[in-house]
């Protein structure tokens, strides 16, 4: 798959999911902290239980079972491997219990099952956003095209006037529908599983509406980019 990258407001942390996915809140892509992050991987000497030989770095994590001593799974390594996983990215929306519209930018959304229709995406326990979806109890999936960076920016950004200047309209289960969007999924909240520091949020499809076939915009090692369509 060709992929035009530009690198674009990112994400710090690997979701439960595999994509470098919840940021803890107020942390945006290719930010410094992310260099720092970046610079940290760099490959060091470490014994084969996967501690470090250095003094200066922190022994590193090994997942039970795994032999080789670079397969580490701290937070960095977790980034780096996974964030090697190409996703799109959507908008999830609710209204939230004050009739104020809420959403977060996730790139975490998957299809879950057709029959019946399960949708999943998986928040982090740091979004203010999550805990508002979670109470309205239905939602929509609104999923971006490649002309919508800027969008997924604004949806990033915790505390903001997310829908400031943005184009919505309610669906039919009252979560704002966004302009120009591929494709919208309307849910129901059907379950919410355990996932570390993020939630498995499973929903189950209501509505479905596809809007055009422009270009996805995707996400791959924390830069945004495009698919010729
Ligand atoms: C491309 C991209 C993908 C993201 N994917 C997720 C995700 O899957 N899960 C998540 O919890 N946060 C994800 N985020 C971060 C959230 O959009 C955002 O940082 C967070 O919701 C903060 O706002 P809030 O406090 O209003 O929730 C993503 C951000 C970007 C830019």
Same mark, same amino acid.
């Given at each position: 798959?060709?992929?035009?990258?530009?690198?674009?407001?990112?994400?710090?942390?690997?979701? /439960? #999911?595999? =994509?470098?996915?919840?940021? %803890?809140?107020?942390? @945006? !892509? &290719?930010?410094? *902290?992310?260099?720092?992050?970046? $610079?940290?991987?760099?490959?060091?000497?470490?014994?084969?239980?996967?501690?470090?030989?250095?003094?200066?770095?922190?022994?590193?994590?090994?997942?039970?079972?795994?032999?080789?001593?670079?397969?580490?799974?701290?937070?960095?390594?977790?980034?780096?491997?996974?964030?090697?996983?190409?996703?799109?990215?959507?908008?999830?929306?609710?209204?939230?219990?004050?009739?104020?519209?809420?959403?977060?930018?996730?790139?975490?959304?998957?299809?879950?099952?057709?029959?019946?229709?399960?949708?999943?995406?998986? /928040? #982090?326990? =740091?979004?203010?956003?999550? %805990?508002?979806?979670? @109470? !309205? &109890?239905?939602? *929509?999936?609104?999923?971006?095209? $490649?002309?919508?960076?800027?969008?997924?920016?604004?949806?990033?950004?915790?505390?903001?006037?997310?829908?400031?200047?943005?184009?919505?309209?309610?669906?039919?289960?009252?979560?704002?529908?966004?302009?120009?969007?591929?494709?919208?999924?309307?849910?129901?909240?059907?379950?919410?599983?355990?996932?570390?520091?993020?939630?498995?949020?499973?929903?189950?499809?209501?509505?479905?509406?596809?809007?055009?076939?422009?270009?996805?915009?995707?996400?791959?090692?924390?830069?945004?980019?495009?698919?010729?369509?």
């Amino acid at each position: 798959m060709g992929i035009a990258t530009a690198t674009g407001a990112a994400r710090a942390a690997a979701t /439960p #999911a595999g =994509t470098p996915a919840a940021t %803890p809140a107020g942390a @945006a !892509a &290719g930010t410094p *902290a992310d260099a720092a992050a970046d $610079a940290s991987a760099a490959p060091r000497a470490r014994t084969s239980t996967g501690t470090s030989t250095g003094t200066a770095t922190p022994a590193p994590r090994t997942a039970p079972g795994l032999a080789d001593p670079h397969c580490t799974v701290e937070g960095i390594d977790m980034r780096t491997a996974l964030g090697s996983f190409c996703t799109g990215v959507a908008l999830v929306t609710a209204s939230g219990a004050d009739g104020r519209p809420a959403g977060m930018a996730v790139q975490s959304f998957s299809s879950v099952s057709l029959d019946p229709p399960l949708i999943c995406f998986c /928040p #982090a326990h =740091t979004s203010s956003t999550w %805990p508002r979806i979670r @109470a !309205a &109890g239905r939602f *929509a999936v609104n999923i971006l095209g $490649a002309d919508q960076r800027d969008l997924c920016g604004q949806f990033a950004v915790t505390g903001s006037d997310k829908f400031a200047g943005v184009d919505w309209r309610p669906g039919a289960n009252g979560a704002p529908l966004i302009a120009g969007v591929l494709a919208t999924v309307e849910c129901e909240l059907a379950d919410v599983l355990d996932g570390g520091d993020h939630a498995i949020a499973l929903g189950r499809v209501t509505a479905l509406t596809a809007h055009h076939d422009g270009e996805p915009l995707v996400y791959f090692r924390r830069s945004y980019g495009r698919v010729p369509h």
